[in-house]
């Protein structure tokens, strides 16, 4: 199996930005799509953007295209979320997600069924 850590998050002004980080260890980091989705309380996890295995495939939610920019470095084993012109109602939770290479992901990575591994999250607050 794989262990994700999230890391990056914190207090940004709206118009800021910030780079959050997942960090992957155990199984071949290869093997694996990635996925980043928020949660706020009292309500479902919402996605919000994937990469596929390779790094050739990239998905955005559209609250958030153009804005965002998510890339992995397979060497470092880390998937990246650059969020910028961050605005307040981005504030939330922020999960990073793996799902098996072997998922049919072109037709699943926002949902949260393919994912079987998720790390702990980290707070992403914007003031306004």
């Known amino acids: 199996q794989v262990q994700l850590v999230e890391s990056g998050g914190g207090l940004v002004q709206a118009g800021g930005s910030l780079r959050l980080s997942c960090a992957a260890s155990g199984r071949t980091f290869t093997d694996y799509h990635i996925g980043w989705f928020c949660q706020t309380p009292g309500k479902d996890r919402e996605f919000v953007s994937a990469?596929?295995?390779?790094?050739?495939?990239?998905y955005y939610a559209g609250s958030v295209k153009g804005r965002f920019t998510i890339s992995r470095d397979n060497a470092k084993n880390t998937v990246y979320l650059q969020m910028n012109n961050l605005k307040p109602e981005d504030t939330a939770v922020y999960y990073c997600?793996?799902?098996?290479?072997?998922?049919?992901?072109?037709?699943?990575?926002?949902?949260?069924?393919?994912?079987?591994?998720w790390g702990q999250g980290t707070q992403v607050t914007v003031s306004s």
């Open positions: 997600a793996a799902a098996n290479r072997t998922t049919l992901y072109s037709t699943t990575y926002s949902s949260t069924q393919p994912y079987g591994y």
């Open positions: 990469i596929s295995w390779s790094g050739v495939n990239t």
